[in-house]
């Protein structure tokens, strides 16, 4: 397989490609060379042996001339035959003497001395017999050497005296021609060798980059961007190369820039207040944020796949007409196990049309609006509890002055009574404004704490002392305990005093006769003060305990008003232990009593965060 493989490669096409080319062209070379050479050596062969018997034409035409013989006849031949014998007796060829008869006369071979006298038949003797100039044949000899015969006519004029007839072996040209073929084979052998390495060579300086892409095509598409392709020179290959390496660095920002884009949608999408639901082009939610799921109280896969109707438990003509309609807003109240209060969800449908598919997909903003809707149950009731608390004194007060009015100023006992009432529901209504005067300043952060070093048992001692009265005629005691690692303590005096007369008085209103109240205080931790308020009085029942510290709450509203409370106590006490950074707590048992702990910074950088 991997040398099928290579065989498929632009490397071994370059080098089949170099090697074709060199061998046809060679081929065409050694075609032509050896044809050119072969012709050439042919027509050398042809006519040095065609002079060589022009000679001898010439030479022997004295011997064969009847007019010119000289003397004896036998002797004329025997010198004929010493001369063609001496001169030719290196010759490859063959080499007769024939008269005008056809005998030969003489020969230069010395093993073919018997056919002297014998006639020659051959045909192109008789041809030169007759006076025929040109006469030649190449055949190949019985024994498979091929040859020429070459004959020329030997006389002047008309009258022909004898030929010449030569028989040739062309065997060495050919011989010659075939080591000339030799070397053209190894020579082409040799080119086709070094050709192919030459190829590799040549080949790999452009398949190399290419697969330097490839292999870094095929990092990028697994996410790797680290490596750059190496570029070699400034050709069409290198130029490829800083392009691919240019495209990289494009497509590393863009992804990363689309990670960082997902990444921020993501965290947006995780972090946001308001839920989300995304749906597809069928409907099918595919996007769900976390606060989507903790507002639903389901789990993703509980979700995801599911129609957006059946997870906000609406029916599709209602959606449809949420989606439709100018308003695509709607309220929900979802209701979950463990829960008292149900949840307030506002529902606000956005269609997404793709211009591409023209289908469209939804988007679901789910905001829980619960605290905004107790928030404005509590305006509310602020407001109907203010108007409350202002409109009984001030419609006491109008009452006792239109007696008095009426006369009841010339009794002076019935007088003095309707003024004593008017005045303490004066000051009652002076010490609601007071409060609520104070609350607005703790809620702007307009109220300055001024802080000062303040000794903590001494502190607590003080207010036991300053309800000491009270305490004796309810026949109450208190206790008051500090651990002895608790150290003085940067704090408003005025207003910690302030929140602890409320919670003792609190703590007395709320205790039968006989009971028993504490004051404690203990260091938590070396930032940390633990003050706390106990008493054995008559408890909060447990559903009022989380709206305790709300402005103008009472569990029991009648008694509470009957005792002077504006209502508004705690919540001062909670606004000003929050403007020292600390907390406050509250835990009782209805029956049992209660106790309220509040905790304070010792350092300022505490206080601050």
Do not use: C
């Amino acid at each position: 397989m991997k040398g099928l493989r290579f065989f498929q490669s632009i490397q071994a096409k370059v080098i089949i490609i170099y090697v074709l080319l060199i061998l046809i062209a060679m081929q065409l070379i050694g075609v032509y060379f050896v044809r050119t050479l072969e012709s050439y050596f042919k027509n050398d062969f042809i006519e040095s042996h065609n002079i060589q018997a022009e000679l001898l034409t010439q030479w022997v035409e004295k011997y064969l001339n009847e007019e010119t013989k000289l003397g004896d006849t036998k002797k004329t031949y025997a010198e004929m035959n010493d001369v063609v014998n001496k001169l030719f007796a290196n010759s490859s060829a063959e080499i007769q003497v024939i008269d005008a008869n056809g005998f030969v006369l003489t020969t230069s071979m010395a093993s073919h001395q018997a056919i002297i006298g014998q006639k020659n038949t051959q045909t192109e003797v008789n041809r030169a017999l007759q006076g025929i100039k040109d006469n030649q044949r190449m055949f190949t000899d019985f024994d498979g050497v091929r040859k020429m015969i070459i004959t020329k006519p030997v006389g002047s004029g008309v009258k022909v005296n004898g030929a010449i007839y030569i028989i040739a072996s062309m065997e060495e040209l050919y011989s010659t021609m075939n080591r000339i073929n030799q070397f053209l084979i190894t020579g082409t052998m040799i080119a086709l060798g070094l050709t192919a390495g030459l190829g590799v060579v040549l080949s790999a300086t452009i398949t190399s980059p290419i697969k330097a892409i490839t292999r870094q095509a095929t990092a990028v598409a697994e996410g790797r961007f680290n490596e750059k392709v190496a570029v070699f020179g400034k050709d069409e290959i290198g130029q490829l190369g800083q392009t691919f390496n240019f495209m990289m660095e494009r497509l590393r920002d863009a992804l990363s820039l689309n990670e960082e884009e997902k990444e921020k949608l993501a965290s947006i999408l995780s972090n946001m207040n308001d839920g989300l639901i995304a749906t597809d082009d069928d409907g099918r939610v595919i996007v769900v944020n976390r606060r989507a799921k903790q507002i639903l109280e389901l789990t993703e896969d509980d979700i995801v796949g599911r129609t957006l109707p059946e997870v906000l438990g609406i029916t599709r003509e209602t959606m449809k007409e949420l989606q439709s309609g100018d308003d695509p807003m709607m309220m929900l109240q979802f209701y979950h196990e463990g829960e008292e209060e149900h949840l307030s969800v506002r529902v606000t449908f956005t269609t997404v049309y793709s211009k591409e598919k023209g289908s469209a997909s939804t988007i679901a903003m789910l905001q829980d609006v619960t605290d905004q809707e107790k928030l404005e149950e509590a305006r509310r009731e602020f407001v109907a509890n203010v108007s409350h608390e202002l409109r009984t004194p001030l419609t006491t007060i109008k009452s006792y002055l239109e007696a008095l009015e009426d006369g009841a100023l010339e009794e002076p006992q019935l007088a003095g009574k309707f003024v004593n009432v008017t005045r303490n529901e004066t000051e009652r209504m002076i010490r609601l404004v007071t409060d609520l005067l104070q609350l607005s300043r703790l809620d702007s952060k307009q109220a300055i704490i001024g802080r000062e070093i303040t000794d903590v048992a001494e502190m607590l001692e003080e207010v036991a002392d300053r309800f000491a009265f009270q305490l004796e005629q309810r026949e109450i005691a208190i206790e008051v305990k500090v651990d002895p690692e608790v150290a003085e303590i940067m704090l408003d005096r005025d207003r910690i005093d302030q929140v602890l007369d409320n919670l003792v008085s609190n703590a007395i209103k709320y205790t039968p006769d006989g009971g028993h109240i504490t004051l404690m205080a203990r260091r938590l931790d070396m930032k940390q003060l633990e003050v706390s308020v106990q008493d054995t009085g008559i408890g909060i029942p447990k559903k009022d305990l989380s709206r305790i510290f709300e402005r103008f709450y009472r569990v029991d509203k009648a008694r509470s008003r009957n005792m002077g409370g504006t209502g508004l106590g705690l919540s001062i006490a909670r606004e000003i232990v929050r403007a020292h950074g600390g907390t406050i707590g509250l835990e009782s048992e209805f029956g049992q009593g209660t106790k309220v702990t509040f905790t304070l910074p010792y350092t300022m950088e505490e206080a601050a965060g």
